[in-house]
């Protein structure tokens, strides 16, 4: 509570880190914790370790990590089992310190989203309170999505359009084209369709700073 209120009531200071420089010192803080993890994770699963990184910045420091899995998950289970609706409601639960939902994390593994019982989805919830589970499970998915929009890509050496694109499709799913998210970088500031692509954009935004986390791990 102390941490979420220096966060949200005080105003944005740097030099004494409250505000949003709070919010990205807890970010940075997470990355230099993890970075081996994230850059040995980054090359067994052949993924941008910019991306990789970019995205679990993007993550890291919002609902607390066991509320979602301890709480929100039940909570909708309870509701799904009561009106005898499937699985799709609890499926889309994020767990994780880099949350990811449930449905993407069967997807990526190769399980059948629609078989998933209520222990088959505490038990994912579980696995990705370990953060290299965690960060393992990003780095596929991330690297499928890549491969999703550019089939014949470096999955390590990326684009910046092609981090933009997988970075997007992380937060907003594989639903809309490819297009979009390309009309959208080009798009003047202000209009809303930039809004598509804001996600991968703010990862090349903090690229300096993250790259500089990771190199501090070699």
């Excluded at 994770?41 to 993924?47: F, G, H, K, P, S």
């Excluded at 799709?88 to 019982?117: H, K």
Aim: aromatic share 10%; charged share 25%; with cysteine.
């Amino acid at each position: 509570m102390l941490d979420f209120l220096r966060f949200w009531a005080l105003p944005d200071n740097h030099r004494f880190i409250t505000g949003k420089s709070y919010l990205w010192a807890y970010k940075a803080a997470w990355l230099v914790y993890n970075k081996r993890s994230i850059l040995a994770i980054a090359r067994e699963e052949q993924i941008s370790p910019l991306l990789l990184a970019g995205v679990a910045a993007a993550e890291v420091g919002g609902t607390p990590e066991r509320l979602k899995g301890y709480g929100v998950l039940q909570f909708r289970q309870v509701i799904e089992k009561a009106a005898h609706q499937d699985n799709r409601w609890s499926n889309a639960v994020s767990v994780g310190a880099v949350a990811i939902q449930l449905r993407a994390v069967a997807e990526t593994l190769g399980l059948d989203t629609a078989q998933l019982t209520a222990s088959d989805q505490f038990q994912l919830a579980n696995c990705l309170l370990d953060n290299d589970f965690n960060l393992r499970v990003v780095a596929r998915h991330l690297r499928q999505l890549v491969l999703y929009d550019y089939p014949q890509a470096d999955t390590m050496n990326l684009t910046d359009e092609q981090i933009i694109v997988a970075g997007s499709r992380y937060n907003r799913g594989v639903q809309r084209n490819k297009q979009d998210f390309l009309d959208s970088i080009h798009a003047e500031k202000g209009r809303p369709e930039r809004e598509y692509s804001s996600y991968g954009r703010r990862i090349l935004e903090k690229r300096k700073s993250i790259e500089e986390i990771l190199r501090l791990a070699i």
